[in-house]
């Protein structure tokens, strides 16, 4: 399996972000992501945050594994790590299902 994480942030919140998306990945994400641990396999994961006009947070998240994309969007977060871990949770849930 091969990883690729883009992180798209603010200066100020870039290492915040950074850091959330390692830890969902490994401790929320760990054993999901285990049933795709063939070498063929590319997931691709791309965070984007943003303040709004309002000083809160929008993010969306899209992870792509073998052409399957799974996109997440969230609006109007007061804290930067409630949204990060949010669209994570999402993700989660939907793999949870398969």
Do not use: P, W
């Amino acid at each position: 399996m091969e990883l690729l994480i883009n992180i798209r942030a603010g200066e100020e919140s870039k290492n915040i972000v950074t850091r959330l998306v390692q830890e969902n990945v490994e401790n929320k994400l760990n054993s999901y992501l285990k049933k795709f641990d063939k070498e063929s396999i590319k997931i691709l994961i791309d965070m984007k945050t943003e303040k709004n006009k309002k000083d809160l947070f929008n993010g969306k998240l899209q992870i792509t594994i073998s052409g399957k994309k799974y996109i997440y969007e969230r609006e109007d977060y007061k804290k930067l790590d409630d949204l990060v871990n949010h669209l994570f949770d999402h993700f989660k849930e939907e793999l949870a299902k398969k």
